[in-house]
């Protein structure tokens, strides 16, 4: 069985892009080490601080944040990073020809009731090797990203990897390292199950409104077949069930405050899931166009998220257009 350093020797990628992805694995260790820990590692529970998008910072927030901006800042082949924990970018080396976005522990919400949070991860190159970077470098459309992953922090803890060859699962043993346990991930084209917030239903546009009403008729309604639902508010633990048995996960646009497009990053959270997902043969949409083909304006910009098996997400931009 291959460990995470041997796969990455064996891949046809930038011998540089392997040792940034190393460094998060890495770090993803002690961040998920400090997890372990629970009530007695001193984290759970909130700070009084808020990050950049008004949120209430949990302690492991500002912990996992601590360490990933660390490890990545001392690692010469970064470039630069951006944190959804943090204000404005931050730059790196000089001679580094990577960039990596992260959310340090989406779902953190989760963390005191003990139920699945993780870390989401994207790296794009560098537009200008060599010099100092500025925020116009990281504003690049999630098709330029050249590796994404999340690691979640659940019974076990996993690493989900592609350098847009495919998507690769690899899980952490006793002995710390991170072994291959799936290769070519497919996302089923079909599926029985969304995840979505009701709650937020009444706020919804009427056309996403009428898609999730008639999943809802089951059988009886014009999409003929019964659907589960499923909701663990952590995008991480939604996406990893999506990639082990399909799926389709909506976080979509409401009119709550109309100058926010959606509540999900794209730079941290909708560009690197949808390289993930349609690298597993999945699809991604705004409802409008394809999440990796929106051209960021700011990097806590956020977007609807639509993504998880084909046919579901066509779908649901056919009930948009």
Known sequence: MLNLHDALKQADIDPQLKEVIGTIAATCKSIGGKLRGGALSGVYGSESSENVQGEVQKKLDVVANALLKKSLLNNRHVAGIASEEEDDIIGGGDEGRYLVTFDPLDGSSNIDINVSVGTIFSILPTTKPGSQVTMDDFLQAGNQQVAAGYVLYGPAITLVLTTGQGVDVYALDYDGDFYQTHTQVQVPAATQEFAINMSNQRFWEPSMQNYVADLLQGEEGPIGKRFNMRWVASMVAEVHRILTRGGIFMYPFD??????????????????????????????STTRIPIMDVVPEQIHQRVPVILGSREEVERVDTYHK
Do not use: C
């Open 255 to 284: 009119n709550r405050e109309p100058n926010k497009p959606g509540k999900l990053r794209l730079m941290y959270e909708g560009n690197p899931m949808s390289f993930l997902i349609e690298q597993a043969g999945g699809a991604s």
